[in-house]
Nanobody
Framework: EVQLVESGGGLVEPGGSLRLSCAAS??????????MGWVRQAPGKGLEWVSF????????DYADSVKGRFTISRDNAKNSLYLQMNTLKPEDSAVYYC?????????????RGQGTQVTVSS
């Protein structure tokens, strides 16, 4: 079983930036073999996929709502996943989760961490 621990959330003003990190570990589980992603859940709304990255890191994908503003990356040597979020908007406020697998098709079922809160407000 994989353990995922997110960090880096916080309160930021509109137009600001944050960088989320996710530390992954697991017995018998090799990070670089698995696609990963970020999903988010705003108050009163369902889980929404945000970004996807392949195991190698060469392929990435983004939800239309964040395309051009967010950048996903991974460091397979450190078993870590990142999400650089720029030009943040109030509608980006949500709990962000690191998740294993192709979150584009499994956002609601993917194994994820405990989440980190991102609040965009002036």
């Amino acid at each position: 079983e994989v353990q995922l621990v997110e960090s880096g959330g916080g309160l930021v003003e509109p137009g600001g930036s944050l960088r989320l990190s996710c530390a992954a570990s697991g017995s018998g589980w090799t990070f670089r073999y698995y696609p990963m992603g970020w999903v988010r859940q705003a108050p009163g709304k369902g889980l929404e996929w945000v970004s996807f990255i392949s195991g190698s890191g060469y392929a990435t994908d983004y939800a239309d709502s964040v395309k051009g503003r967010f950048t996903i990356s991974r460091d397979n040597a450190k078993n870590s996943l990142y999400l650089q979020m720029n030009t943040l908007k109030p509608e980006d406020s949500a709990v962000y989760y690191c998740a294993e697998g192709d979150v584009r098709t499994s956002a609601t079922t993917a194994q994820r961490g405990q989440g980190t809160q991102v609040t965009v407000s002036s």
